[in-house]
C-alpha cells in the first residue's frame, strides 16, 4: 500500500467525579467525625454545643473540601490535556484529509470506442452490451484509407480540447503527451498527424511529446507525488496493429484543481489521489481510502477494468466487505463491455464513468497491484 497514513486516536476523558459517592463518603465523614468528637472531647466540652458542631461538623467538612477540591483540580488538568492532545489529532486527521483528497480535475474528453454512443450508454443499463473477449474495430474507420483514418481519428479527439479552449478563451498554452499501441514504427507519423490537427482547431501548445510512462495507471501514480504544471491534454489510441486489444482512442483534458480556482476553469469531474494496493490488502485499503475520501456508502457506481479473473473477483467482496452505496449490479466490468483491453482502455472507463452523476470507484491494475480511484462527478458550471 503506498498511503501510509498514521493512525490516529483521540484520546478518552476521565471519568467526572460521581457526586452521589461524594455525598455518601461527607455523610460518612460527618457521623465518623461526631462519634470521634463525643468520644474524644471532655464533658465540658461535650456541654458547649457550638464548639462540638465545630470540631464534629466543621473538621470532616474542611477534610472532604480538600479531597473533593483536589479530585476536581485533577480531572480539570487531565481535560485540558486531553483537550489540547485532540485538537492536535483533529488538526492532522485534517491535514492527512486534505493530502488524500488532492485531485486532478477532469476538463474535457474525446472517446472513439468499437461501440456507438447509443450502445455505450446501455452499459448503466438492464442489458449491457457482452463483447468479453473479442477485438472490437473502430466502425468510423471503415471504408477509408489508413491515413485519412488516422487524421479523422486525431481531429475527433482533439475537438473537445479545442472547444472548451475556445469556450473559456484561454491563451496559456497546452502540453500534450500521446501514446499509441506499436508506436515504434510509425512514431513520426503520429507526431505529425497530432500537429497538423492542432494547429488547424487553433490549439496553442507548449509542447508534443510521447508519453513518458509505460501506461496511463503508471503515469497516474506518479502524479501526485511529481506534479505537473498548467494544463496537459493525454491521447492514448490503440489501433489494429496491435491484435491483443480491441481499436479504440481517448483524449483527456487535465488540470491541478489549484490552476483551476485560479482560472476559474469548470471541470466535470475531480480525479482523487489513486491508492496502491497488493491483492492481500485490498479490503483494508479500501476501508482506509473510503475513511479518508468519499465515504462507502455515498458512492453509487463502481467501475473495473485490466484485471485479471483472480483479481475481479476479489472486487465486489471487497465493495461488499465495505457496504458502499452500490449493489453488484452497479458495478461494471468495462472490459466485458468493450472486448480485450489495450492501453486506452484506463482512460476510457474513466471518461464513461464521468458521464454518471455521483461519486464512482475504479479499480484497475499497476504491474501487479490494484490501483484504487475515486471519481467525483460535478454539476453544470462547476469550478
Not at 477509408?144 to 491563451?171: C, D, F, K, M
Not at 503515469?219 to 501526485?224: D, K, N, R
Not at 480485450?340 to 482502455?345: C, F
Request: hydrophobic content about 45%.
Amino acid at each position: 500500500m503506498n498511503w501510509s497514513i498514521p493512525t490516529l486516536f483521540m484520546a478518552t476523558y476521565p471519568s467526572r467525579p460521581r457526586w452521589l459517592w461524594w455525598g455518601v463518603a461527607l455523610l460518612i465523614m460527618l457521623v465518623g467525625g461526631f462519634f470521634l468528637a463525643i468520644s474524644l472531647l471532655p464533658d465540658d466540652e461535650l456541654q458547649d454545643r457550638t464548639h462540638l458542631l465545630l470540631v464534629a461538623v466543621a473538621g470532616p467538612f474542611l477534610l472532604w473540601t480538600l479531597a473533593i477540591g483536589g479530585r476536581l483540580m485533577a480531572y480539570d488538568v487531565m481535560v485540558t490535556r486531553i483537550d489540547a492532545r485532540n485538537e492536535t489529532v483533529l488538526v492532522r486527521q485534517q491535514q492527512w484529509h486534505n493530502w488524500a483528497c488532492q485531485s486532478l480535475e477532469l476538463l474535457a474528453w474525446g472517446r472513439q470506442t468499437g461501440l456507438g454512443e447509443s450502445e455505450l450508454a446501455q452499459i448503466v443499463g438492464d442489458k449491457p452490451p457482452v463483447n468479453s473477449g473479442n477485438c472490437l474495430p473502430l466502425p468510423t474507420l471503415n471504408g477509408i484509407s489508413e491515413w485519412q483514418g488516422r487524421a479523422q481519428l486525431i481531429n475527433s479527439l482533439l475537438q473537445p480540447v479545442s472547444q472548451y479552449w475556445q469556450t473559456h478563451s484561454l491563451s496559456a498554452s497546452l502540453t500534450l503527451l500521446w501514446q499509441v499501441s506499436a508506436e515504434s514504427q510509425n512514431a513520426a507519423d503520429w507526431q505529425t498527424l497530432i500537429t497538423r490537427a492542432a494547429e488547424t482547431l487553433s490549439l496553442p501548445l507548449n509542447s508534443i511529446e510521447s508519453f513518458p510512462h509505460t501506461d496511463f495507471s503508471e503515469w497516474l501514480s506518479a502524479a501526485w507525488t511529481s506534479p505537473f504544471a498548467g494544463v496537459q491534454c493525454l491521447i492514448f489510441i490503440d489501433t489494429a496493429d496491435n491484435p491483443g486489444s480491441s481499436e479504440e482512442a481517448v483524449s483527456l483534458l487535465l488540470a491541478p484543481a489549484d490552476l483551476c480556482k485560479q482560472w476559474k476553469l469548470t471541470s466535470k469531474a475531480s480525479l482523487l489521489r489513486p491508492l496502491l494496493t497488493p491483492a492481500a490488502t485490498l479490503s483494508q485499503a479500501l476501508k482506509l481510502q473510503c475513511e479518508q475520501q468519499i465515504s462507502a456508502e455515498k458512492l453509487t457506481t463502481g467501475w473495473y477494468c485490466r484485471l485479471t479473473e483472480v483479481q475481479a473477483e476479489k472486487v465486489p467482496l471487497a465493495c461488499i466487505e465495505q457496504e458502499t452505496g452500490f449493489t453488484s449490479g452497479q458495478l461494471y466490468a468495462t472490459d466485458s463491455v468493450l472486448g480485450l483491453p489495450g492501453l486506452s482502455r484506463h482512460a476510457v472507463m474513466i471518461t464513461l464513468a464521468a458521464e454518471c452523476r455521483g461519486d464512482h470507484l475504479l479499480f484497475t491494475r499497476h504491474q501487479e497491484q490494484f490501483l484504487l480511484q475515486q471519481l467525483s462527478c460535478k454539476s453544470e458550471g462547476t469550478t
